[in-house]
């Protein structure tokens, strides 16, 4: 499990492996091996809060797929996404890095309790 910096754009969820330090090229990073030797992935949106009767999360199942920098309009569109989502990545040279693209395949929902009308 690998948390995660996400945008949802066109249908589909894109996350960036960012500037922070790593040991290895990002090409050589664990979850881009992962990726590639099976796609089959699941994005956890958790709404948490102090107050444990408001908890609710969202389980995603995706298809994941590698976007290389640079090959194509929707690397671009997904940075665009990301740098308007996180200000941190407005500094960051992430248009040089690859993109996790999830497309989602089935979505299920859970809170605490059911909301009350």
């Known amino acids: 499990m690998i948390p995660i910096c996400y945008a949802f754009h066109d249908e589909f969820f894109y996350s960036v492996i960012d500037d922070k330090p790593k040991k290895l090229p990002s090409g050589r990073l664990r979850r881009i091996q992962n990726i590639r030797n099976n796609p089959n992935v699941a994005l956890v949106i958790d709404d948490y809060s102090e107050d444990w009767n408001a ?8 298809l ?27 500094s960051m ?17 859970w809170r605490a309790r059911s909301l009350q009308v």
């Open 55 to 62: 908890l609710a999360y969202l389980h995603v199942r995706c």
């Open 93 to 109: 040279k992430i248009e040089l890095r690859p993109v996790i693209k999830l497309v989602p395949e089935r979505v299920g929902f």
């Open 64 to 90: 994941a797929e590698i976007v290389e920098a640079g090959t194509s309009k929707e690397h671009s569109a997904a940075v665009t996404a990301l740098r308007a989502k996180y200000p941190q990545y407005g």
